[in-house]
């Protein structure tokens, strides 16, 4: 192992009961028997695109330059979506050309965007089902082998795009979208602290299910029990948080509900 | 590591969020600090040899020759079944004899089977209750350090059979066996493709739960929405699949249930 | 990679859905391009400190020597909970000081305590809600990497302490707490069988829920089928445990509770 073997991360929607992940693990050792392969997660939702670009955008600059990402939320496999590498400043993100990896592209900034259709690299027979095992997960292993991408296919320039929601303004409300909610029940809202504080100033209300918030903490111990209340998460986003309690839970709300923020 | 450090694979049905599986990785690295173990999965369905054996199946073929698995389905530990090794063409599986290798074994092909008693390799004391920790880990450790298998134990020639029901013939019916339900509804029935056309021939329909069931696409793009449909699935069987939705749920029917094709 | 580079060994209670996991493994990745990252678990129960501190105690001692546990179960990151590391006889444990370290600093021996409070070796910004990203996993990369450890902090000599609860003597009866309930639905005990044993003698019975049970068998395999049954388990604590059984399911009881045992 070198420092030219470069980490290979997955982030699938195939949860972790079926043999799936097992399967692209085995692909990639019998491809690069150094490889180095890390899970980011497989528990994206089943077939949500932008849960998945959430968590590969949150996750992805942590990791060292040249880092593999290998995305697997794949609902159109077997169609006419494309699978494509993107080739950001400082990472290879592989996986279908269906939005998943268009936030995490975006935010560390596109250089180059490949059609993969040099079947030499992929399994063989080609199935219809499992584009996971079959292309994207080879495809990994042989970058992460050292194979130069200009191998692996043709540029393009229309890769599709897939933004989370932005927040909406409406006179003096605007209407925020719940972007994730995790393990602990804090709810990620599609907004910085930044952003929050330049459209309200100082002076708030969120109607969140059957609470009205207008507190905002710089850390849970600072919060009252029990006591919604509004932080600047780890992830960048504002996040609804409810200490020695599961805001989700408490509040009755759940993924890509609208809340209504009163200035 | 060199290429003598065949990964080492783990297949259990011990979930993850108690100590076991880490337990396991913990001996392993204890025998050798440079042990690459791979997770294939733990959520294998508790104590379900077949399940078990039919993820091993399906996964094994992709990993590179010399992979060890380590297998701990063990419903019978500290009774009197065989701790055993079976060496086949590609492979070692390492596990309980209860039949949980015996699909995988069977697909490759067996060359030799090893009663595991040599004592000197396993941990001790020896537990009755945790043979993953105190025989299994162990022996694939020592394997994956160059051991020669045949210092583990002697031939036996009489490993338990596991085979999965195979569908039965009732005049013009034939009666399917439900193998597994992934992550997204999707069912696995006991039967290939090429199996079902030599007894129906191009007519047919499957009665499944609350559904007649008698088309058949190559891939997931070619159905129509929420109706369910057959599919060649990349595990080599025929499956049920709903697009846009969940089979099993949509048509309630569940592992083990049995299904009525007729032509 | 050499035998300096001692594995780093994850237990938090963050589940596998959501980014957290895989942020920690790119931090880790940042620093030490060769860790070698395992899993331990991140199904601890969300903020359950001594559930946490169960797991590393129950798991630690099977990984081999300067082996470093990275630990994050932190209800009170961002207030005034100090970061440490605990150098016990075998081990490095890096987490919060609020007793999750404690059981298995304490099992193994510590040697010494530091008050992480050099921040060159964090990420920067540290935020107030993510230390085992900004603190712990950092820390724990570093060290791998050979750093020593005096580098670090200051010694102090007041951690938080945090037992697991002990069994209760009432004249001839014995309250004992339930510590765990595993995947299979055995029950573990807050005694050993020895100390049972020296407490009751050779008869006794335990009031669980809705049964008396009053054996002991050595393994499963001995115990008649769905009969409620104690085992000295792989853990060292004593368990209560049903063959083709689910023995927390069928008694109605869960974590915590509390079971009387009478002589």
New interface residues.
């Given amino acids: ?1 070198t ?1 030219k073997n470069p ?1 290979i ?1 997955l ?1 699938t ?11 692209l ?3 990639i ?2 491809i690069n ?2 490889g180095n ?7 994206v939702r ?2 949500d695109l932008l849960h998945g670009g959430f ?1 590969l955008s ?7 330059s040249d ?1 593999i990402f290998c995305v697997v939320v794949d ?6 979506r494309r699978p494509i590498l993107i080739r950001t400043k400082n990472y290879f993100l592989v996986g279908p050309d269906n939005g998943v990896l268009w936030q995490a592209a975006r935010k560390n900034g596109i250089e180059v965007v490949l059609h993969l259709n040099r079947t030499s690299y992929f399994l063989s027979p080609l ?4 584009h996971g ?1 079959d292309i994207f997960a080879p495809v990994a292993a042989h970058l992460s082998c050292g194979l130069a991408m200009e191998k692996l296919g043709e540029p393009v320039y229309d890769p599709i795009p897939l933004d989370l929601p932005i927040p909406e303004k409406k006179g003096d409300r605007l209407i925020l979208t719940i972007l ?1 909610i ?3 029940g804090n709810i990620t809202l599609n907004i910085s602290l930044d952003e929050l504080r330049s459209f309200v100033g100082n002076q708030f209300w969120l109607e969140a299910g059957s609470a009205r918030i207008s507190k905002i903490y ?5 919060a009252e029990d029990r006591q919604p209340f509004l ?1 600047a ?3 960048g986003f504002l996040e609804i948080a409810v200490k ?1 309690g599961n805001a989700a839970k408490q509040l009755g709300i759940g993924h890509w509900n609208q809340l209504v923020l009163n200035r």
Same sequence: chains 1, 2, 3.
């Avoid at 392969?37 to 528990?43: E, R, T």
């Avoid at 609902?75 to 006419?80: A, E």
């Fill in positions: 192992m420092a980490p991360v982030l929607d195939f949860g972790l009961k079926d043999a799936f992940v097992g399967i693990k085995g692909v050792l019998s028997p150094f392969i890390i899970d980011l997660s497989h528990g089943p077939q968590l949150t996750a992805m600059g942590y990791f060292p880092t609902p159109g496999v077997g169609g006419s199935s219809s089902t499992f095992r994730d995790d393990i602990y710089e850390t849970y111990a600072q932080l998460a780890s992830s020695k």
